[in-house]
């Protein structure tokens, strides 16, 4: 183990299964006043709730077949939903509104991730894993919604894009090419514009990652690749990997201290304890 890896992941430390029996785990997002868990169960088209005293239950269902959640500075659930090819927000009412679904007229593919910035704007993947009907636009994209939701912009149309998270500072936002096996980073602009893009780390192995990335408040990127979840320093070196029974699909930072890392890896959801805060989403 890397020096500065078992800062972060202390040796010994137990990866421990939550719950088990999904179709597909996805999207999990921590909801601080709430203290639970929120996670996709992808194929079965429904959106799950984990709290440490109640175990998993059913939160909402039909989901669109969600993928990636979020909240927004508001604690509002947003989602990507692969079905209705949009990207919702369930309001404080419990009303679901549709803030993103076409750009210039053409419907989305199939909206993947997504990350709230702090001044609201809403960044998003669009690759074509789960696009159902046809395919209208002749690219994947990474789109910017403005905060007050009037203008969505595409960022870059050159790859088949996946999870994406911002830095600490939220002056980089790296993106994963699931088919390319590699992540790339870009400069965020004063005008939440991206520039500079570049390869920030190769994720050798299996089918399907890198997938998703999270970053921690030092700056270290998490993101899932071949044997579980890969760490990297700032500078893209693989510091270790922490391994997972499944192949990860994505990860989300939780509890009240942020130390939590959940992991939703196909059929099951686990979490892992680590000695570094990640990035809080509110």
């Known amino acids: 183990m890397d020096t500065e890896f078992k800062r972060i992941v202390s040796e010994g430390v137990n990866v421990e299964r939550l719950g088990t029996g999904f179709q597909f785990t996805e999207g999990p997002v921590w909801n601080v006043k709430g203290e639970y868990l929120l996670f996709s169960d992808l194929f079965a088209g429904r959106i799950m709730k984990w709290t440490a005293k109640n175990g998993i239950s059913e939160f909402r269902a039909p989901s669109g077949d969600s993928n990636g959640l979020t909240l927004d500075r508001r604690g509002r659930l947003v989602a990507c939903e692969h079905a209705n090819r949009r990207v919702s927000r369930t309001e404080e009412d419990g009303t679901i509104v549709t803030i993103a679904s076409h750009y210039k007229g053409k419907r989305l593919n199939s909206p993947n991730d997504v990350v709230v910035k702090s001044d609201g704007s809403v960044f998003f993947t669009d690759p074509p894993y789960g696009l159902s009907g046809g395919q209208e636009l002749p690219f994947y994209g990474v789109y910017r919604l403005l905060p007050n939701g009037d203008r969505l912009d595409l960022l870059i149309d050159d790859a088949v894009p996946n999870g994406l998270a911002f830095s600490p500072d939220e002056c980089l936002l790296y993106i994963a090419d699931t088919e390319m096996n590699h992540v ?8 939440g514009k991206i520039k500079g893009g570049r390869i920030f780390a190769e994720i050798s192995g299996e089918r399907l990652a890198p997938d998703g990335i999270k970053v921690d408040s030092e700056g270290n990127v998490y993101t899932t690749g071949k044997g579980g979840v890969w760490v990297l320093n700032p500078e893209g070196r693989r510091l270790g990997i922490i391994p997972v029974p499944e192949l990860p699909a994505n990860l989300g930072w939780g509890d ?5 890392l959940y992991v939703t890896a196909r059929t099951s959801l686990y979490r892992v304890r680590l000695n570094i805060a990640g990035i809080p989403l509110l």
């Open 256 to 260: 009240r201290d942020w130390k939590t």
């Open 184 to 191: 790339r980073v870009f400069h965020i602009t004063e005008e």
